[in-house]
């Protein structure tokens, strides 16, 4: 398993849109190997992004409810990390 996936079950608020997809970029980054492809495979990259991201919003919505919190906060809920996006 990848450790640098966030858990994104069970977050109070619920996973946000921007975050299912930056989990579903994250994976695809893993799987392919590649952090930014090439011209030529760009829009296979988008396009497996996009087909996570749905899944993944799809998966959340059937599991039940977590009794607790994930371990750790989502990279883009971490003060740092809204700090350097607002710049």
Do not use: H, W, Y
């Not at 952090?35 to 899944?55: K, L």
Request: charge should be positive; hydrophobic fraction near 45%.
């Amino acid at each position: 398993m990848c450790r640098n996936i966030t858990e994104l079950r069970g977050l109070q608020p619920p996973a946000t849109g921007e975050e299912v997809e930056a989990a579903a970029r994250q994976f695809v980054r893993k799987v392919s190997g590649l952090r930014q492809p090439p011209p030529a495979a760009a829009e296979a990259f988008e396009a497996a992004v996009d087909d996570i991201a749905e899944v993944v919003r799809r998966l959340l919505a059937e599991l039940p409810a977590r009794r607790t919190p994930p371990a750790t906060v989502p990279p883009l809920r971490r003060p740092e990390v809204q700090a350097r996006l607002a710049r």
